[in-house]
Each structure stands twice: as C-alpha cells, then as structure tokens.
C-alpha cells in the first residue's frame, strides 16, 4: 500500500492516482491530509502538493487536480527520457512533471470540452489534439509515465512489492454489413446487377448469382473464418454488430430476419458480441435503450461491450447515455482518421465527467485504430505501423486493441494484408 499525503483530496486527484498506481501498476493507494498520519506512517509514502513537508519523497502538483470546471491552459511539451513530458516541476520535486496532471488532462479528453474545430460529422479530428500536434500519439505516454513511477518508489522503497502486468490483446471487429448480397432485398439486388452490368464487373454479376442460389458463401460472411482463428488463442475477440439505422444506404439491412438474428447468434455462441450504437440514434437515448434491448433479445445475453458509429463521441453526453444505459464497457476511444492513443494510454479507464466533477463506472477501452483508416497503404506500411504500435504496447505490458472490418477477411488480394494480421500477429496463441 502506498500512502499519498495531500492538502485535500478531490475526486481528480483520486481518480489519477488510483489509474496510474492501482489499475497499471497493481499498487493500492490510500489518502491522508493529516500530516501526524503521513509522518507516522512507516511504509513507502509520497506527498503530492505546492511544498515538500521535509525530505519525503515529494511529487509536485501543478494544480489542475486541485481546481474545478475546465479553461484553456498553457502547455508546453519537452523530451523526456524515451518519451516526452508537460507541466514542468522545481528541483525540489522527484519527477520533472507532474505525470498526475498531465494523465488527468489526456484520460478525461480536457481538450475535447474546449472549443475545437469539428469535422463535418461533429467529431474531434486527431488534427485538433496536443498529442497530434506534438509528435506523441502513437505512444501510451501514461503507460509509460507510470513505469517511470514504478522505477521512482522502487529507488526509494526496495522492499516494495508490485505485480507484474501481462500483455494483452483484445481484437474487436466491426460487421455492420455482415452480408454482401444477401439480405438485401429483391429490389437492392436488381438495381445490383444492373450496375455490374453497366460497369462490366462481370465477376461480381456471377459472384452474387451463384451466393444468392446458395451454390457459395456471401463474401462478407466471414465468421467462421474469425472463429477458427481466434478458437486455440488467448487472445480476446469482440465483434460489433449494427442493428439501428444504417448511417448510409448501403449499411442499412432488415435486421429483423431471420438469417440475420442467426448470425448473431452463431457469433454469440464463441466470442462476445457488442453492439454498433447507429449514428442517427447517439443523441436519443431512448433509441440507443432500444437497440440495447433488440441485440440482448437475439443473444440473450446482457450487452457489456458498445461502440458508436463514425466513431462519434462527443463529450460527455453520449458516454451519459451509456452510463446510464448500464453498458459496462465503450469500445470508441480512437481517431476516425488516425491510429494512435486518443487517450494517451493503452490500459482500460473509467470515464470522468468533467462536468460533473464524478468518476463513473463507463470503461473506456482505448483502441489504436480501425482498418477503414488504414486502407489506402502499402501492405508493408500497414503492417510496419501496426507492429510499431504493437510494440509499444508491449514494451508497458498494456492492452492492445484494433478494430478490424469483417469485409478485411474476404478472400481477395487487397485483403491479404488483413488477413494475416489477424490472423498470425495480432493473435496471441496459447
């Protein structure tokens, strides 16, 4: 157990310190404003605050865990040892930067309560944030903020004893278009078969001929493929289904057949099966209630684990919804046109409200990126900046996560990249 003294503890200061010693080290904290406990206290001990109280172990506070609300503040990033820092401290204090403050602005998304230029969709563009701007996206700076705290209280307490983290990862897949030619209804399939007339795609014409008499799979149904491959690994597997209002023509589908519920069903029977919150939907929580409702009737099963269409977060009333809605975990802390650590970390979080002052019990699971995103790449691009994350990852012994398309598995040769991906290297076999 660590014993923090502090003038007084605010929910900021209680929600950072247990997400840097608590959830990534495995170190329990407890807090004091009395000085005569603190001093008394004959295990590892650390004071956060203005002044030292004499030669303890000492962590100087920048103030923004101190305060309330939320306005512009001035940040200046600098290099620090293999990574970078911002909210310099004196001499006097054991780290260079006040590492709380710093993980409490990235964790709650203090920039994204601030006026900011919105895309067309009302999201917050990567453009828009410090850790684009300044060069650190594509590391979990909190990840590795925290491993420098370990190496901090084991110079200072050598008898400290810490559990050891494992690596983690957790793939997600997104099927909000599960089928190619199925399900789409007479009409949708005519209009289809004219278009690949028109365009002479006469592969795709006898394609989705031979899938709709049944004499071969759609090639969107990549399920059992996912399945078997993730079926001897340790590796975790999430596949989001959209049942709302499809955001364009193409996504939407009549979720309500059959065929489409068995799916779901088959899917729920291996792996977790969350839901893709429509787009159209994310501001009425009766909506969202509904669909909830809908994907817990098909698998029957409690839904734990969500994620928004086009990746739209906006904070903090679509993450209420959730907490209010019960959902345990969120799935959408990343860039829609980015990859890298929104959050600046790469372990699981709990959404604070800035707002409301409150830490809610909404996980946050940050994901690097989706591979929509990634697309227009080199095979060997994809695969050298996904790796280059991954070891990043690894290096903190976090979690990592990347949301996979079930259309990246069709055989075809653009896909090759994806499949192999998935398959051998983001696969942590047992």
Known sequence: ML???????????????????TRILGLKVEFTA??????????PKLSYGKQPLGNELFIQSHGLLTVQGFEDVEIVVKPWK???????TSEKSALPFDIFAASFYLLSRYEEYLPHVKDPLGRFPASESLAYREGF???????????????LLFQNFPDLELPSRTFQVHNFVEAKRPFEFLQRGVLRNFLGFGNDLWKLRLRRFFMRIRVLIGWRKDPYDTFTWMLNNTRSSRSKLTV??????GFSFREDFNTKREKFKRVVKYVADYTEVGLVFSYHSLQDYDS????????EEITHRELKSATNDRQLIQLPYIYRHMVELEIERD????????????????TPFLFYDLDFEVKTPLIIHPVVGKSLSMRFGKESDIEGTLMRLYNEVKRVDGTFSFFFSNRDFEQVKENKVWRYLFSQILNVHA
């Open 331 to 346: 799935c959408t802390m990343f860039y829609f046109d980015e990859i890298g650590f929104r959050a600046g970390t790469c």
């Open 240 to 245: 989001f289904f959209l049942l709302g209002e």
């Open 34 to 43: 009395t000085i005569e406990v603190f001093i008394s206290h004959q295990g």
């Open 288 to 295: 969202l209630k509904k669909e909830k409702h809908f994907l």
């Open 137 to 151: 996206l594509r590391q979990p700076v909190i990840d590795l903020w925290a491993y420098e705290l370990r190496t």
């Open 82 to 88: 293999q990574s970078i820092g911002f909210f310099p």
């Open 3 to 21: 014993l923090i003294y502090t003038q007084k503890v605010t929910p900021r200061i209680d929600y950072i310190f247990k997400h840097l010693c």
